[in-house]
């Protein structure tokens, strides 16, 4: 083979790899293990875009990396494939979601294994396949069947809690649990009936059944996630978005905030995502006391971290959704609240959290009680205040509170300023009011005072010291079709486990995938969808799991995939253990990689794991950004004007498919033939070329910026890509995709084959030794690349494979001793061509069983210096001496230099100076 022929090559080892499960991974004690993970993606119709590669070329580098180093590897790949898109075009098109998610996995496979990944294919899973989710449903029913016991800080199994109950009632016990629910003794739990006992239960489930408020999407009939909200309409269709209370399944995450909290800093995470937890898990320690609404037996729960500032309240700020908002409206101010509810309720709660420059409110014409000082302060309902965050009511200080200060600033509500003790250093700067005396806490250190206001708070029965969490349970119900099946049945209005035995609970057919007339979920449609039982015939729930559930545990399936028995056997588990390497989006911080970690935790304390984390190193890979190209429209006209000369015309910008660009330069035929309105196009060139504008803007398909990766690997090969997008620059980072650059990486490649060629273009490589340069430049590029690989630094990596190729080809090197090496340097990155002149040197196995190069540190110390010589200040002469010699052998061999002695004249000099391995000065 005389050319580099990528297409041939890469063909030829993908089906090598695919026949041979060459990354076929399984248990083996003789080596250590390496766990890598890419978060695994959706497969949307669309395919991937050069941008979604991008992790997963990272960590495919890594993999092969580690196996070089003698590691047993598991990498597995498989798909996230329920969710709402395969949904909505099954309601367009009628199709079932399985098949369209079927062919879209196919599309994607394809798509991956042309790239050539090392991917366990053997180990593939989907969060669809029924033998998949009986194992999602599985855990969810062992949620349902504990609580968390904060005595034990794990979670218990609910029957020792049931047994609790039967001998003491709830009194005593030290569990997790709704803030309303009951106490009762234990001559009151055995005499409940079995409706009743269920009820309490639901307190203390870990997954349970209660009214939320949700977001509701009625043109897409479901409840929607926050992310799937803005502005308070859907991100997916643009449909209104209503805020609305309904019965909803949701998971006690917040059991868990705490170990969540503590766990991450243990873990290799990038500071900003671990920040990000921190800040969504929002740990505060304060106190939560209650204010009496005047006239009213109500009384407002308010939880706050500086009690100290308690007489500088000017007001409560109520949530919209707050349960006493109805009952607080006076007469006076009813059209006026009750039409500023209706709007402020239905903004997503992102939206106002993230929305610190609207300000809106209305008073309620009621006021509440102070309970320090009796005074009585106005009730305002305030859409900055969540209801799902803390209490849903705000005890307001606006002088040590910026949004209270804004809120009181805009509305002319008093602001007062607290100064005594430690107090005026926590006073919001530069705003000034009345100056309040802090009563019997006056002058006390800020510990001391708030110390004081919660013991006074204790004493009078209206409050007490307490830690809480912004963090909420999260909602784990979708009115869908696409989506696992609860395991769950109602009889008497409540819910039941199905038998373990009767797992999966298949997903059924239904006529459309709409929501019923009646407004149920489409699971409504489906006929007989009831579970028979001893005691009869009942309703299985309607709505199914949301889009995390499958995603929260999928790294342990991977481990044993087709075991039937068990989600995982443990002794595979407890192998492959935590994820080595995590590589995926940071758009995942809050949701799924919280969810995960919660569930490992979960399955953890019931024995079905050995670990608690599930991604002990994780990188969030940058976004790869479309490099837009644009043609100029002369306006009025179907004439366009090339970029250097459209000054000279009145023109407007169009978008134009990069992928009729080459060089920022425009195929004018492709062009025409792109839309039928520009078939008659007429064009104003630059040198006889149409030269196309350009800008850096996000991937998209409606600025036609979107570069699939079938076409680069047609055109350049898998390896090209691989390498150009590692070249692009460090992998966190965000850049733009740039197919001008592209031919560099590709021109390389061909170097790189020359190398192991003949001016004739046969293969043909030297035993005969290398020399020193030679081996210098090897053990150069292998000390850069392992430090690069060690540091995820891959851009760097494929600079130094650059100079290395340049320099051996200077050199003019053919040595096997040599050429081997570099083969296996740049396997990890270029896999294919690394294959191909692998086996061309003689090898019968795959260059993945070879074993990465040793460095060595001799053959890059220098044994000869350049010593400048300077004559009278002036540097005239260079000498290559060796390193050994002495300080007067230098001064002798300098002095002895035919160019210096042309310029001393053969005069001796008045001085000479030698800098061992540096310099020579001369003073004649």
């Not at 290559?880 to 310029?903: N, Y």
Request: one cysteine or more; glycine letters at 6%; a negative charge.
């Amino acid at each position: 083979m005389a050319d580099y022929n990528f297409q041939e090559i890469e063909k030829k080892w993908q089906s090598y790899w695919d026949k041979n499960q060459i990354f076929n991974a399984e248990v083996d004690h003789s080596k250590p293990k390496f766990y890598s993970l890419d978060m695994f993606p959706y497969p949307s119709g669309a395919g991937l875009h050069v941008g979604h590669p991008l992790g997963y070329i990272a960590s495919d580098i890594i993999t092969r990396y580690k196996r070089l180093q003698g590691f047993n590897v598991l990498h597995p790949m498989g798909y996230d494939s329920f969710g709402l898109p395969a949904e909505q075009y099954a309601i367009q098109t009628g199709q079932h979601p399985a098949l369209t998610t079927e062919q879209n996995i196919q599309r994607y496979t394809e798509q991956l294994k042309n790239i050539g990944f090392a991917f366990d294919w053997s180990k593939e899973v989907r969060t669809s396949d029924p033998e998949y989710y009986k194992w999602t449903q599985w855990i969810f029913m062992q949620l349902f069947d504990s609580y968390y016991d904060k005595k034990l800080n794990k979670a218990v199994k609910i029957d020792s809690l049931i047994a609790f109950f039967e001998k003491e009632g709830n009194s005593g016990i030290q569990a997790v649990c709704d803030e309303e629910t009951p106490s009762f003794s234990a001559e009151d739990w055995n005499t409940f009936s079995e409706i009743r006992k269920q009820e309490i239960l639901l307190h203390y489930r870990l997954t349970f059944l209660a009214e939320t408020t949700v977001n509701w999407c009625s043109a897409l009939g479901t409840v929607l996630s926050n992310d799937e909200v803005k502005d308070g309409f859907s991100e997916r269709g643009g449909h209104p978005v209503e805020r609305k209370k309904m019965m909803q399944w949701s998971m006690r995450i917040t059991a868990y905030a705490e170990r969540l909290l503590q766990g991450l800093e243990n873990l290799d995470w990038s500071e900003p995502i671990k920040e990000m937890q921190r800040n969504w898990i929002g740990k505060s320690i304060g106190a939560e006391m209650v204010f009496q609404v005047k006239g009213q037996d109500k009384m407002i729960k308010v939880f706050t971290t500086r009690i100290d500032t308690i007489y500088g309240v000017t007001y409560l700020a109520l949530a919209p959704e707050h349960e006493y908002v109805d009952d607080l409206i006076t007469d006076d101010q009813r059209s006026k609240a009750e039409a500023y509810v209706e709007v402020a309720k239905n903004r997503s709660e992102r939206d106002r959290m993230s929305d610190v420059k609207t300000i809106s409110g209305a008073f309620t014409g009621s006021y509440a009680i102070n309970p320090f000082n009796g005074e009585e302060i106005q009730i305002w309902i305030a859409d900055y205040v969540l209801a799902g965050y803390g209490t849903g009511a705000v005890m307001a200080v606006p002088a040590h509170d910026e949004r209270d200060y804004n809120f009181a600033k805009h509305f002319g509500l008093e602001i007062r300023q607290v100064i005594e003790g430690s107090m005026e250093n926590g006073s919001f700067p530069g705003k000034g009011g009345m100056i309040m005396n802090s009563g019997f806490i006056s002058g006390m250190e800020m510990k001391e005072a708030m110390n004081k206001a919660i013991s006074f708070l204790e004493e009078k029965k209206i409050g007490k010291g307490k830690i809480q969490y912004r963090m909420r349970d999260a909602i784990f119900t979708r009115q869908r079709y696409w989506g696992e099946p609860l395991p769950v049945y109602f009889k008497d209005g409540l819910p039941y486990l199905i038998e373990e035995s009767d797992l999966p609970l298949v997903l059924p057919e239904v006529d459309k995938y709409l929501p019923t007339e009646d407004g149920e979920p489409p699971l409504g449609r489906a006929k007989n969808w009831t579970y028979k039982t001893d005691q009869g015939e009942f309703p299985l729930e309607k709505s199914t799991m949301p889009g995390w559930a499958g995603s929260s545990w999928y790294f342990f399936r991977y481990m044993d995939p087709k075991n039937t028995e068990k989600f995982v056997d443990p002794k595979n588990e407890k192998y492959w253990g935590a994820v080595d390497l995590y590589i995926g989006g940071a758009e995942h911080a809050t949701g799924h990689l919280l969810y995960s970690r919660f569930w490992t935790k979960f399955l953890y304390d019931i024995g079905a794991v050995s670990i608690e984390e599930p991604f002990q190193k994780m990188i969030n890979q940058g976004m790869i950004q479309g490099r837009s190209n644009f043609v100029y429209r002369v306006k009025g006209s179907n004439k366009f004007v090339s970029f250097g000369l459209k000054d000279k015309y009145d023109t407007s910008a169009m978008h134009v498919d990069v992928n009729i660009v080459h060089n920022d330069q425009l195929n004018i035929d492709k062009f025409k033939a792109w839309r039928p309105d520009l078939a008659d196009a007429e064009f104003i060139l630059e040198d006889g070329k149409y030269i196309c504008g350009a800008e850096v803007e996000k991937m998209s398909k409606s600025k036609y910026n979107v570069v699939n990766p079938d076409d680069i690997i047609e055109r350049y090969g898998a390896d090209t890509l691989r390498l150009y997008e590692m070249f692009l620059g460090p992998l966190e980072q965000f850049k733009p995709w740039n197919t001008n650059g592209i031919d560099g990486v590709f021109k390389f490649l061909k170097k790189m084959w020359k190398l192991y060629h003949d001016s004739h273009g046969q293969f043909q490589i030297s035993d005969e030794m290398p020399n020193k340069e030679e081996l210098k430049t090897l053990h150069k590029t292998i000390k850069k690349t392992q430090e690069d690989l060690e540091n995820h630094s891959f851009n760097t990596s494929v600079a130094s494979f650059m100079i290395c190729v340049n320099e051996l080809t200077s050199l003019k090197c053919n040595k096997r001793q040599i050429l081997e090496p570099l083969a296996i340097l740049v396997s990890s990155y270029a896999p294919h061509i690394a294959e191909e002149l692998w086996s061309l040197m003689g090898h019968n196995e795959s260059i993945i069983y070879a074993s990465f190069p040793e460095f060595k540190e001799e053959y890059l110390v220098e044994n000869n210096h350049e010593y400048p010589v300077s004559i009278n200040g002036k540097m005239r002469a260079k000498l290559t001496l060796p390193l050994s010699l002495s300080r007067e052998e230098v001064e002798k061999a300098a002095l002895e230099d035919p160019i210096v002695l042309k310029w001393t004249e053969g005069n001796p000099p008045k001085k000479v100076i030698v800098v061992p391995g540096k310099i020579v000065n001369i003073v004649i």
